[in-house]
């Protein structure tokens, strides 16, 4: 910046001029004469003669300065103001910036010393993130949006305009939330719904089919529902092949299979339950609850049986007790009808049993078979219900007689020759049962020449030979061979989320009880079992081992799962959820854990999507319960599945049956415990007006026949179903000639003979069912795994007992509801057999659903007389 003196655009300094900028005073007396013609003239003389006049100029002067001072003041006022204002707001800057910040620093440390005082706790430390709980489900929502709904609404009724889904029906397909359970009644058309569900996933919300899994339990069930993907993916413009839509819907066995195959030492892993398969089938024919042990898995589990008894001194004598044990004649209940049947025939047969006696001798003899070493020939006299019978045989050794039975090789037709004989198997089986209730001393029936002498050296304790042999479980229905019992024992232990051989170590069983063998062989033979399979090339597993690897309990084994055989599983839908069973709860919940850790997030073309899961099922058709499935999933879905938000579906129409049927089946199975105000309501509309009421009566062969050939010559289908297997020969002998009929008429399958539980999901105009639903037996064994898996109350010591016996109702509700329009139930009114629960109890012959055409008798009295009830 300039300073006065030397800025050539400042006026000179004059030593007049006063502080506020003011000119000095002018001059009075040398200020030329402002006006005047005179004075003007002479000026103009003046100047054109260039002559300097000193007054003028003197006056000139002052006037000049005046008016420079006047321009310059103002000129240089202005460039001052610039000039200072720029520098002044520099300098003030800074010096602004020094205080301030000195200032400000200082007030800043005073404050934050005050935060750090007043902060609570120690001063923290450095750490790691917190571990949050594992979760099964974001916080989302499908993107099904008004105008989305409205468009899946119009394209239903467009392409199914005959099928209608119902109100609750598109409360399931249109359900927007993580997860849902759909509690869908008999006939209530769930396998559509789901299919229709499977369209919104794909067609409207853009879900990539890699993406979506449905689960069932049945290869039957999942091929019917496949070609109902392909049929209604169709409708939609998507033609799915068979291979694609089988990718799709898939078996729990068969999706399990490829988890253990994607472990690297695993590949070509082998499911011990299907290695009698076809080299291009990864599943077998039937439920996969009722599995069947074939050849090629019995001679597996043999070769190992009879190793394990040939170098464990500890198995082979649990073994060889068991054998003993099985060997002694099965003890029957007096009251048991097979015994009653026989008892009243006891005199007519003790006169035959001499002859009986020397009959059986006489074949066992020229068979080359009798007498048995170690065996003394004898007929000795044995006192049954007042009268004589006779033995074959005694072994002192073990105090035990002998009776022969028939070798099943000899003629079916062998008769006993005397007045009043008829077919010497049937007087074996007579005299046997008999023996069973009212022998008191230890009885041996031999019945196989081959095996009689092995038998014998068994119970002398001479056996050299690895005994194969049948073994019944205290609580089970009958003996089976025991390999079959090992292998059912300790499935049903595994179905229940246990490892077996750990359970069986944490039994509890009273001193002497003749299981307690059983359970220790078992316990030894099970883990050299699960070794020996996975030491093959290539390895075998059970399926419930496999579930076991990959349940909760496993965890970690997830990490070797590649992300492909995940994201199937991301959108996923389960079909007859009601079956499940505790390893397989832990399975899905396990996958869906690693899911969301991983953060898979759903193959979409849409709307983000993440992990969901539907499931649909029945609590009223749970009838695997001795499997060890349980209805409580399906009841208790919430806890099973915790989700931010879940949607709950009760599907009550009934599609199937007249209002009667459903009536009449309700009846029965609301005695058990699930959902509150649950009730079917037929819609049915070519049987919605039916009012024929379901009919009940004792067995009267002639009547089922009579029935039978009705509704085939109406042209009817026919279900004719059973509780035990012995009635499926009995009922085929009095149905015969209507069956060949059909045969010849080629309308054999309108019929088909079937189990109470092989009916479920099937139907038939006409339901004929032989046979009642109880419970006649307790399980020790398995109240006690129950108890261990946490499956009953706490408060219920015999868990598995009471799940039995509302098993035994949900049954009838099964095998009734299987009617379209006509049931015929044949029961026996009488309980021979103490049953501790019965379906046929709970018929209320007042009800207009019952038609009860043999009334139950009076029953007999107690000899107390009831009063009524006083006030109080």
Same mark, same amino acid.
């Given at each position: 910046?300039?300073?006065?003196?030397?800025?050539?655009?400042?006026?000179?300094?004059?030593?007049?001029?006063?502080?506020?900028?003011?000119?000095?005073?002018?001059?009075k007396?040398?200020?030329?004469?402002?006006?005047?013609?005179?004075?003007?003239?002479?000026?103009?003389?003046?100047?054109?003669?260039? @002559?300097?006049?000193?007054?003028?100029?003197?006056?000139?002067?002052?006037?000049?300065?005046?008016?420079?001072?006047?321009?310059?003041?103002?000129?240089? #006022?202005?460039?001052?103001?610039?000039?200072?204002?720029?520098?002044?707001?520099?300098?003030?800057?800074?010096?602004?910036?020094?205080?301030?910040?000195?200032?400000?620093?200082?007030?800043?440390?005073?404050?934050?010393?005050?935060?750090?005082?007043?902060?609570?706790?120690?001063?923290?430390?450095?750490?790691?993130?917190?571990?949050?709980?594992s979760?099964?489900?974001?916080?989302?929502?499908?993107?099904?949006?008004?105008?989305?709904?409205?468009?899946?609404?119009?394209?239903?009724?467009?392409?199914?305009?005959?099928?209608?889904?119902?109100?609750?029906?598109?409360?399931?397909?249109?359900?927007?939330?993580?997860?849902?359970?759909? %509690?869908?009644?008999?006939?209530?058309?769930?396998?559509?719904?789901?299919?229709?569900?499977?369209?919104?996933?794909?067609?409207?919300?853009?879900?990539?089919?890699?993406?979506?899994?449905?689960?069932?339990?049945?290869?039957?069930?999942?091929?019917?529902?496949?070609?109902?993907?392909?049929?209604?993916?169709?409708?939609?413009?998507?033609?799915?092949?068979?291979?694609?839509?089988?990718?799709i #819907?898939?078996?729990?066995?068969?999706?399990?299979l490829?988890?253990?195959?994607?472990?690297?030492?695993?590949?070509? %892993?082998?499911?011990?339950?299907?290695?009698?398969?076809?080299?291009?089938?990864?599943?077998?024919?039937?439920?996969?609850?009722?599995?069947?042990?074939?050849?090629?898995?019995? /001679?597996?589990?043999?070769?190992?049986?009879?190793?394990?008894?040939?170098?464990?001194?500890?198995?082979?004598?649990?073994?060889?007790?068991?054998?003993?044990?099985?060997?002694?004649?099965?003890?029957?209940?007096?009251?048991?009808?097979?015994?009653? +049947?026989?008892?009243?025939?006891?005199?007519a047969?003790?006169?035959?049993?001499?002859?009986?006696?020397?009959?059986?001798?006489?074949?066992?003899?020229?068979?080359?078979?009798?007498?048995?070493?170690?065996?003394?020939?004898?007929?000795?006299?044995?006192?049954?219900?007042?009268?004589?019978?006779?033995?074959?045989?005694?072994?002192?050794?073990?105090n035990?007689?002998?009776?022969?039975g028939?070798?099943?090789?000899?003629?079916?037709?062998?008769?006993l020759? #005397?007045?009043?004989?008829?077919?010497?198997?049937?007087?074996?089986?007579?005299?046997?049962?008999?023996?069973?209730?009212?022998?008191?001393?230890?009885?041996?029936?031999?019945?196989?020449?081959?095996?009689?002498?092995?038998?014998?050296?068994a119970?002398?304790?001479?056996?050299?030979?690895?005994?194969?042999?049948?073994? +019944?479980?205290?609580?089970?229905?009958s003996?089976?061979?025991?390999?079959?019992?090992?292998?059912?024992?300790?499935?049903?232990?595994?179905?229940?989320?246990?490892?077996?051989?750990?359970?069986?170590?944490?039994?509890?069983?009273?001193?002497?009880d003749?299981?307690?063998?059983?359970?220790?062989?078992?316990?030894?033979?099970?883990?050299?079992?699960?070794?020996?399979?996975l030491?093959?090339?290539?390895?075998?597993?059970?399926?419930?081992?496999? @579930?076991?690897?990959?349940?909760?309990?496993?965890?970690?084994n997830?990490?070797?799962?590649? /992300?492909?055989?995940?994201?199937?599983?991301?959108?996923?839908?389960?079909?007859?959820?009601?079956?499940?069973?505790?390893?397989?709860?832990?399975? %899905?919940?396990?996958?869906?854990q690693?899911?969301?850790?991983?953060?898979?997030?759903?193959?979409?073309?849409?709307?983000?999507?993440?992990?969901?899961?539907?499931?649909?099922?029945?609590?009223?058709?749970?009838?695997?319960?001795?499997?060890?499935s349980?209805?409580?999933?399906?009841?208790?879905?919430?806890?099973?599945?915790?989700?931010?938000?879940?949607?709950?579906?009760?599907?009550?129409?009934?599609?199937?049956?007249?209002?009667?049927?459903?009536?009449?089946?309700?009846?029965?199975?609301k +005695?058990?415990?699930?959902f509150?105000?649950?009730?079917?309501?037929?819609?049915?509309?070519?049987?919605?007006?039916?009012?024929?009421?379901?009919?009940?009566?004792?067995?009267?062969?002639?009547?089922?026949?009579?029935?039978?050939?009705?509704?085939?010559?109406?042209?009817?289908?026919?279900?004719?179903?059973?509780?035990?297997?012995?009635?499926?020969?009995?009922?085929?002998?009095?149905?015969?000639?209507?069956?060949?009929?059909?045969?010849?008429?080629?309308?054999?399958?309108?019929?088909?003979f079937?189990?109470?539980?092989?009916?479920?999901?099937?139907?038939?105009?006409?339901?004929?069912?032989?046979?009642?639903?109880?419970?006649?037996?307790?399980?020790?064994?398995?109240?006690?795994?129950?108890?261990?898996?946490?499956?009953?109350?706490?408060?219920?010591?015999?868990?598995?007992?009471?799940?039995?016996?509302?098993?035994?109702?949900?049954?009838?509700?099964?095998?009734?509801?299987?009617?379209?329009?006509?049931?015929?139930?044949?029961?026996?009114?009488?309980?021979?057999v103490?049953?501790?629960?019965?379906?046929?109890?709970?018929?209320?012959?007042?009800?207009?659903?019952?038609?009860?055409?043999?009334?139950?008798?009076?029953?007999?009295?107690?000899?107390?007389?009831? +009063?009524?009830?006083?006030?109080?």
């Amino acid at each position: 910046m300039h300073s006065p003196s030397t800025d050539p655009n400042s006026p000179l300094p004059q030593a007049n001029a006063s502080f506020e900028g003011k000119p000095p005073a002018p001059n009075k007396s040398v200020l030329p004469g402002k006006g005047g013609f005179f004075g003007r003239l002479t000026n103009l003389i003046l100047d054109a003669t260039g @002559f300097k006049q000193l007054s003028a100029w003197k006056a000139g002067h002052v006037v000049g300065v005046g008016e420079g001072f006047h321009a310059g003041r103002d000129h240089g #006022v202005e460039l001052g103001r610039v000039e200072g204002r720029t520098e002044g707001h520099q300098e003030g800057k800074s010096e602004g910036l020094k205080e301030g910040f000195s200032q400000g620093h200082s007030q800043g440390l005073d404050e934050g010393k005050l935060i750090v005082e007043l902060r609570p706790g120690a001063i923290s430390e450095p750490g790691s993130p917190v571990i949050k709980e594992s979760a099964l489900f974001k916080d989302w929502r499908f993107a099904i949006t008004p105008e989305m709904e409205s468009e899946i609404r119009q394209d239903v009724v467009h392409y199914l305009p005959d099928q209608p889904p119902s109100d609750d029906q598109w409360k399931m397909i249109l359900s927007t939330t993580p997860t849902t359970s759909v %509690v869908a009644g008999a006939g209530s058309g769930k396998s559509t719904t789901m299919v229709l569900r499977l369209i919104v996933l794909f067609h409207y919300l853009k879900i990539d089919l890699s993406s979506l899994t449905v689960v069932t339990f049945t290869k039957e069930s999942k091929l019917d529902f496949a070609k109902k993907v392909r049929e209604v993916f169709d409708l939609w413009g998507y033609e799915v092949s068979e291979k694609k839509s089988l990718e799709i #819907v898939r078996t729990f066995h068969s999706r399990i299979l490829s988890f253990a195959k994607s472990i690297n030492d695993l590949r070509d %892993v082998k499911a011990f339950e299907f290695l009698d398969s076809k080299p291009d089938e990864d599943e077998k024919e039937g439920s996969t609850l009722q599995m069947k042990l074939g050849e090629i898995q019995l /001679d597996l589990m043999n070769s190992l049986y009879e190793k394990l008894y040939e170098t464990n001194a500890t198995f082979r004598s649990l073994i060889g007790h068991l054998y003993q044990r099985s060997l002694i004649l099965e003890s029957l209940d007096k009251d048991n009808p097979e015994v009653q +049947k026989r008892q009243d025939k006891a005199w007519a047969m003790a006169k035959l049993d001499r002859a009986l006696c020397t009959t059986l001798e006489g074949l066992w003899s020229d068979a080359g078979h009798w007498p048995i070493e170690g065996v003394e020939p004898t007929q000795k006299k044995i006192r049954l219900l007042g009268k004589d019978f006779h033995v074959n045989g005694y072994i002192p050794e073990y105090n035990t007689y002998v009776i022969l039975g028939v070798d099943r090789s000899e003629p079916e037709d062998l008769k006993l020759e #005397v007045e009043y004989g008829w077919f010497l198997r049937k007087h074996v089986r007579d005299k046997r049962t008999l023996f069973q209730a009212f022998c008191s001393p230890r009885v041996v029936y031999l019945s196989s020449y081959v095996d009689a002498a092995a038998s014998v050296d068994a119970l002398r304790g001479r056996a050299i030979a690895c005994p194969k042999f049948f073994y +019944k479980v205290k609580g089970e229905i009958s003996s089976t061979y025991i390999m079959e019992a090992f292998y059912n024992t300790a499935s049903f232990i595994e179905n229940l989320g246990l490892d077996a051989v750990e359970a069986i170590k944490k039994m509890g069983m009273y001193p002497n009880d003749p299981d307690a063998a059983f359970f220790h062989a078992l316990g030894i033979y099970w883990a050299a079992f699960n070794e020996q399979l996975l030491s093959m090339s290539p390895p075998v597993m059970t399926f419930n081992s496999m @579930f076991a690897m990959f349940s909760e309990r496993g965890q970690k084994n997830f990490g070797a799962v590649p /992300d492909s055989v995940l994201r199937p599983m991301t959108t996923l839908l389960i079909d007859e959820f009601q079956d499940v069973g505790a390893n397989t709860i832990s399975w %899905v919940r396990a996958t869906f854990q690693e899911v969301e850790a991983r953060g898979l997030a759903v193959r979409t073309f849409g709307a983000p999507a993440y992990a969901s899961l539907m499931a649909v099922g029945d609590d009223w058709q749970s009838i695997y319960g001795w499997r060890g499935s349980s209805p409580r999933f399906l009841m208790e879905f919430g806890k099973e599945f915790v989700s931010p938000k879940h949607t709950q579906v009760f599907m009550q129409e009934n599609h199937r049956s007249h209002q009667l049927v459903v009536d009449a089946a309700e009846s029965i199975v609301k +005695k058990t415990p699930g959902f509150k105000d649950k009730h079917g309501v037929a819609v049915n509309k070519t049987v919605i007006d039916d009012q024929i009421p379901v009919s009940v009566r004792e067995l009267d062969w002639e009547h089922v026949a009579q029935m039978f050939e009705w509704h085939y010559d109406a042209g009817h289908s026919i279900l004719v179903l059973y509780r035990k297997r012995e009635t499926k020969k009995e009922a085929k002998d009095k149905l015969a000639h209507i069956i060949q009929r059909a045969r010849d008429d080629k309308r054999s399958k309108k019929i088909k003979f079937l189990t109470y539980h092989s009916s479920k999901g099937l139907q038939a105009n006409a339901v004929f069912l032989l046979g009642d639903c109880e419970v006649t037996t307790s399980s020790p064994s398995r109240n006690d795994f129950y108890a261990q898996a946490g499956m009953g109350s706490p408060s219920d010591p015999c868990g598995y007992d009471t799940a039995q016996q509302q098993e035994a109702l949900r049954t009838a509700y099964v095998a009734i509801t299987r009617a379209v329009t006509y049931c015929y139930w044949y029961i026996s009114w009488e309980e021979k057999v103490p049953a501790s629960e019965k379906a046929s109890r709970h018929i209320r012959a007042h009800e207009a659903f019952w038609n009860v055409a043999t009334p139950r008798p009076t029953p007999l009295s107690d000899g107390i007389k009831r +009063k009524a009830t006083r006030a109080r």
